[in-house]
């Protein structure tokens, strides 16, 4: 398999080539070749096991793949990288590519504010001269520091947060925290924005809201988003492009319409007679 | 244990005896041979066996009533002293807390003139100000970045000797040789930071505790350089911008048409160490407001996501190692002008434990509670020091006592290092609730 060729309106942001992830005997993702273009929203689905998780974290550094090749490039700047030879902080400080994660990691003793302003650290760090600026009080760090606050204070007013600025991030709740881990994310001015199951224990109303909130981010700032989802409700509302994988290998990809009715697509979620899997099979040309 | 809530609940006696009678038998086999039996020399030379059941007796039947009445009375698994506090109180309390610091620093820089004509008590003031700083250099690692380090005497040392080495052999004053003693230090704990990159919690705390040991060993073997077991005499002493503190003419009390005294010495060496430990309390708390220290904390709470957010985190637990460990160095150097004498036998692990000690006690990442646990471990130990071995019992049975009803130390509360409104708009007490709910 090799990545289809890229369409007419948006450049690609995300080049995944032949990637492989083994560990130890398990092949967790097999030969993967997909793409996401830039200001799309780009679903991963498939079975649990399918190798989703397995490919963020090749995606933002986490593992090394095996084999393959994973490009990323700033459809802004002409700007391109390899993620696979960069460690996890350089994918995103450098090539801006920010996560969520499965089970939310916050830094739950640290204040909404304070976890908005770590996301911002490599900036504030640089504005701060390396610490020495900022230790004698130096007003260009008294006001990059300003401009941080302004800036953490936007989002979390965009996940409606902001009344909540001073408390501690562990004492949300759970859908609070998952919104405040993107807003995060956000802080750290992403081309690409990886989210693991972001509707994963939100109710109706909040998986909407959800669904609102990420369309504003492709739409009015640009963000390029690759999202894992198990809620299909999420998955083909939003989505531009839906990747399916299962057993780590990519059964099916396209718009949600393509997807929903593909047969591959209805065996690997529902299960299906056997004689439905070989005709599906034939159809899809093994 | 099983939990129970709900307050108006009836006396399980039997229970309650049933758990007494267990901690009862449990404590007579640990003590049975402890206690009970014991051989003296006798008359003869030879050994002689006498028994002491009568003692074992008490202990026994105390550590039987004492399950006995914790079982009936604070049977609720959550309990903690901190409840028994009204909420007013404790928001009364945090309004104190900034008030206490001040009274804490004024008391501190009145000591000399309070207790002038007691030398004793001046030295112990030293002591206690020398182990607050020791106490804020490795709160950076423990409390701020969360990486446990038992071997920070290692840093103590290093500073120790290199001042001693330097002021020797290179005739350097003690206000040259302090930021040395400090950079080499520091250099120590990168030293010691990278082989530890990719560890965490008990393995790190035993690497580090190896390499506290490993610098002792060197110190104790390496004789050309340091003097092995025989340690370094005749280190210089601090001078008053060059005043020596004596009785010649060009003395400092000379110079300042005083009457000579030795005190004038130990005042001095009291406000440069106190001078010392509040710049470290200075830096500290600077730090905690600049991106660095947000990064040691963030480290603390959630290593991966820091590296998910681009944080570098190898060169952040590297620096928060340095930094500790420079202000452990600089301590050192002061250990040592202050001695006049060291050997490797200053820097056990017992000093590590103390100092450890100190800032699980005071509570991880708060400074007032660092200084006040410094203040009451040494305090205390002097306080008591006619209990003799007792107070080892006493302070084990405290630290149990503290560790187990306040887990997150005395002062348990983190000032958030910056807040969107006015920090007097947010209510202590809310603040303080939540933050107890998230997992330490």
Known sequence: ?286 | MPRESEPDRPLDLPAAAKEAAIAALVALGLFGLLIGIRTDQGPTGALVFTTRFGALAVIVAAVFAATMLRAMFWRDAAFSVSRLVPASVKTAASGLAAYAAAAFLAFALLVPIIFYGNRYLLDLGILIVTYTMLGFGLNIVVGLAGLLDLGYVAFYAVGAYSYALIAQNFGLSFWICLPLAGILAAFAGILLGFPVLRLRGDYLAIVTLGFGEIIRLILLNWQKLTGGPNGIPGIPRPSFFGLPFNNSEHGFAATFGLHYSPTHRVVFLYYVILALALLTNWVTLRLRRLPIGRAWEALREDEIACRALGINTTTTKLTAFAMGAMFGGFAGAFFATRQGFISPESFTFTESALVLAIVVLGGMGSQLGVAAAAAVMLGGFELFREFDQYRMLVFGAAMVAIVIHQPRGLVATRAPSVSLRDHTDIPAATVRDARTESPG
């Open chain 1, 1 to 286: 398999m090799s990545a289809a060729e890229p369409q007419t309106f948006q450049p690609l942001v995300l080049t995944v080539e032949h990637l492989t992830m083994r560990f130890g005997g398990l092949v967790a993702v097999s030969d993967l070749s997909f793409f996401a273009r830039a200001r799309e929203i780009t679903a991963l689905i498939g079975p649990n096991g399918a190798g989703k998780t397995t490919l963020f974290n090749c995606v933002t550094g986490f593992y090394k793949p095996t084999i393959g090749m994973l490009k990323l490039d700033h459809p802004d700047t002409g700007a391109w990288y390899l993620l696979e030879r960069m460690p996890e902080f350089r994918i995103a400080r450098e090539a801006r590519v920010a996560r969520t994660f499965q089970n939310v990691r916050l830094f739950a003793g640290m204040t909404l504010l304070e976890n908005l302003l770590v996301a911002q650290h490599n900036a504030l760090m640089a504005a701060s001269g390396y610490t020495m600026l900022g230790l004698f009080g130096a007003r260009s760090y008294a006001r990059a520091q300003a401009r941080a606050v302004d800036k953490a204070r936007y989002w979390l007013d965009r996940v409606g947060l902001v009344e909540r600025a001073d408390d501690p991030a562990g004492a949300l709740p759970y859908g609070a925290q998952r919104r405040l881990e993107i807003a995060r994310a956000m802080c750290t001015d992403p081309v690409l924005l990886c989210l693991d199951e972001p509707a994963a224990g939100l109710n109706n109303r909040e998986s909407a809201e959800l669904n609102i909130f990420l369309r504003a981010l492709r739409d009015e700032h640009g963000i390029s988003i690759l999202l894992i989802e198990h809620d299909m409700g999420v998955v083909m509302e939003i989505s531009d492009r839906i990747v399916v994988l299962d057993y780590g290998e990519k059964i099916a990809e396209g718009t949600p319409g393509d997807v929903r009715n593909n047969p591959r697509v209805i065996a690997a979620y529902l299960g299906v007679a056997d004689e439905e899997v070989a005709q599906a099979e034939a159809e899809a040309g093994l």
